[in-house]
C-alpha cells in the first residue's frame, strides 16, 4: 500500500510514524512549506513532492490530508479520482463548501473515505461506550465534557499566532479544533436535534477565532448534552461525567481515569487507571480500524463522509445559534 500525505505537520508526521511502526514504508507527500515545518526528519523516509503530477506519477493509494482545515475538502476533490481511499483529519472542513461534489467523486470513485477522531479510540471511550450500550445504567441523561488548555502551550515550538487553528481563513478557532468533544456527545447520547452556545469574547490571546465555546445540545432521545471547550485555562483539562437512570460515569483523559457509580454502590469505583498509558495507542488503532475499512472496502462507516458532516453541522448550528 502506497500513502501520498498532503500536510506534515505534527499529526501528519504522527501517522507517519505509526504508519512505519506497523510495516509499511511507500510514502510521497505534497510539500508546500508553507506551515512551520519546512523540512521533515529524514527517518520518516518520504519523498517530497512540490509538483502534483509528481503525486500522479507516484500512483498513491490512499491520501491523508492532515494540512489546515479550510484546505481539506479542496485536496481531496483534487486527489479522489487517483486514489483508492482518503484519511482526512477531524474537521472534515471548516465549512460546507462543495461538500456535495466530494461526495459525488466518493460515489463515483468507490473511495473509503475516513475521517479520524483518535478520542474514539481511547480505551476511556471504548469503554463508556459499551456501558451505555449494555444498558447497566440505564439511558443517559446528561453528558458535560470539558475541554481546556492554554493556546500557546499547544505546540510550544511554534508562534501560536502564526498556526492554523488561531487563523479564522484556515478553519481555525477551539470550537472546530477541538470538535472531539461534540463528536463524543453524538456517538454517546445519539443525533442532535438543537443547538444553542455561547462564545464569549475575549482578547487575551489576540487571535481572530473564538477561544472560549460553551455548547448546549438537545438530541433526538431527549438527552442534553453540555460542552465546554476553551484555550484560556493554562491547566490543562479534558474531563466530563455522564448521568444515567441508575448512575453515572466519570472520566478525566488527562490522569487516565473512568470511574462509575450505580444504585447499588456504596462508593464510586475505579474501573479504568493506567497513569503508564501511551496516547500514540489510540492513534494506531485508528489507523489499523482505517486500514481494516481500506481492505475490506468497505464504504459505509461510523467515521464515514456522513458522520463526519454530521459534526460539522453541530459547528455550523453553534455559530448560527449563538447568543
Not at 454502590?265 to 489510540?282: A, G, Y
Not at 481492505?295 to 449563538?322: M, P, S, T, W
Request: negative net charge.
Amino acid at each position: 500500500m502506497k500513502f501520498a500525505f498532503f500536510g506534515c505537520g505534527s499529526i501528519g508526521q504522527r501517522h507517519i510514524r505509526n504508519l512505519l511502526d506497523l510495516g509499511y514504508s511507500d510514502f510521497c507527500a505534497f510539500r508546500t512549506k508553507k506551515g512551520h515545518y519546512k523540512s521533515i526528519p529524514s527517518d520518516l523516509k518520504i519523498i517530497e513532492f512540490d509538483d502534483w503530477n509528481d503525486i500522479i506519477d507516484y500512483n498513491p493509494d490512499v491520501a491523508f490530508i492532515t494540512n489546515p482545515t479550510s484546505e481539506h475538502i479542496k485536496t481531496a476533490i483534487k486527489i479522489a479520482p487517483h486514489v483508492k481511499a482518503i484519511f482526512i483529519e477531524k474537521p472534515i472542513s471548516n465549512n460546507f463548501n462543495d461538500l456535495e461534489t466530494l461526495e459525488q467523486l466518493i460515489i463515483d470513485y468507490n473511495i473509503v473515505l475516513f475521517v479520524g477522531y483518535n478520542l474514539l479510540f481511547h480505551p476511556i471511550s471504548e469503554e463508556i461506550r459499551h456501558i451505555i450500550n449494555n444498558g447497566s445504567l440505564g439511558q443517559p441523561i446528561v453528558f458535560q465534557g470539558n475541554m481546556g488548555q492554554w493556546l500557546p502551550d499547544w505546540h510550544p515550538y511554534e508562534d501560536y499566532k502564526n498556526a492554523y487553528y488561531s487563523q479564522k481563513e484556515l478553519g481555525g478557532g477551539i470550537t472546530l479544533t477541538m470538535i472531539h468533544e461534540l463528536n463524543l456527545a453524538r456517538k454517546f447520547l445519539g443525533g442532535v436535534k438543537r443547538v444553542s452556545a455561547f462564545l464569549p469574547i475575549s482578547t487575551n490571546l489576540e487571535v481572530d477565532v473564538d477561544i472560549n465555546s460553551n455548547i448546549m445540545l438537545y438530541h433526538n432521545n431527549g438527552a442534553v448534552s453540555q460542552i465546554h471547550l476553551d484555550c484560556i485555562q493554562k491547566v490543562m483539562n479534558r474531563s466530563g461525567n455522564i448521568y444515567f437512570e441508575r448512575g453515572w460515569i466519570s472520566y478525566d483523559f488527562i490522569s487516565s481515569e473512568l470511574k462509575i457509580k450505580n444504585e447499588n454502590d456504596v462508593k464510586e469505583k475505579m474501573i479504568w487507571n493506567d497513569l503508564n498509558f501511551d496516547p500514540n495507542e489510540m492513534y494506531k488503532k485508528e489507523l489499523l480500524t482505517f486500514i481494516d475499512l481500506v481492505d475490506n472496502k468497505d464504504f459505509k462507516h461510523e467515521y464515514d463522509f456522513y458522520n463526519a458532516k454530521l459534526d460539522l453541522g453541530i459547528v455550523e448550528d453553534v455559530f448560527k445559534y449563538q447568543t
